[in-house]
Structure formats: C-alpha cells, structure tokens
C-alpha cells in the first residue's frame, strides 16, 4: 500500500513570529513537510519541532529577510541536498525516497523585483542531474 505524503507550503513573512503557528499546524493537519519561504533566517535561527527536522537556507548577506526553510517528519527517508543561495533566488532541497522512489522537494524564495524567468532557469539548471528526470516549466 503507498502511503501518501502530506505536504504544506506557506509565506511565512518571518518564521521567528509564528513559530507556534506552524508548529499547531503542522500537528493540526499531520504534516509530514512544510516548505516555508520568506523566513528571514539568520545562521543564529533556529526552529525545534519534536519528531522533525528543520532544514534552511538564509539570504547570502546574513541579514534577516528572504531565506526558505523545509521542516520534515523524520521518520521520512530523506537527505539534505546544498542549498541554492544567491540574491535573487533561495532554496532549501530535500530528496526524499519513499514507495515510490526518490523525489527532491525545494522550498523557494524570490522576490517580486527578481521574479524573471532567466532566474527560474538559473536556479533549475544549477540543480544537474538532479531534476534531469523531472523537469519543471515555469511559466512567466
């Protein structure tokens, strides 16, 4: 039997603040990943959720805005992969390997005034051959 994964993604517009909101919801609704965006983590951030791990990616000035995040249930197969971390883009990736084979999950951030194609293609190209075999459209 294939069990399903239940997956969240949310604006969080700085995780720090509503930490507890995302940790009821993701016992609320049994989340087994949220991908988070906008969390405005520093290397000094943190966030500590029992039976999960917490995976992010800040902005490249070390300053408090943009960045992503993955929380994951860590009875999950999976493992980190290097995160993406430029200006204009950020993104934490995870691959997961469950019943149906491996899949990488990325949680994204990109700012309205660098939301151009050319970035998406950037990003989907530094990833090689990890996303050779599930190519994603992104439609400007």
């Not at 009821?24 to 049994?30: D, E, K, M, V």
């Not at 949220?34 to 902005?59: A, D, R, V």
Request: charged content about 20%; hydrophobic content about 35%; some cysteine.
């Amino acid at each position: 039997m294939v069990r399903l994964i239940n997956i969240a993604a949310w604006n969080a517009n700085s995780l720090s603040q509503h930490a507890q909101d995302v940790r009821t919801f993701i016992h609320h609704n049994n989340l087994d990943i949220m991908l988070i965006s906008e969390t405005h983590y520093t290397k000094k951030s943190h966030l500590k959720i029992p039976g999960y791990n917490t995976y992010h990616t800040e902005h490249p000035d070390g300053t408090a805005h943009g960045g992503t995040a993955i929380i994951i249930r860590q009875t999950l197969k999976h493992h980190i992969l290097e995160e993406f971390k430029q200006d204009y883009l950020q993104a934490t990736l995870v691959r997961v390997t469950d019943q149906m084979g491996p899949i990488v999950i990325s949680a994204i951030y990109c700012p309205p005034k660098h939301n151009k194609r050319h970035n998406f293609e950037t990003f989907l190209n530094s990833l090689g051959q990890i996303h050779s075999w599930r190519r994603l459209e992104y439609q400007a």
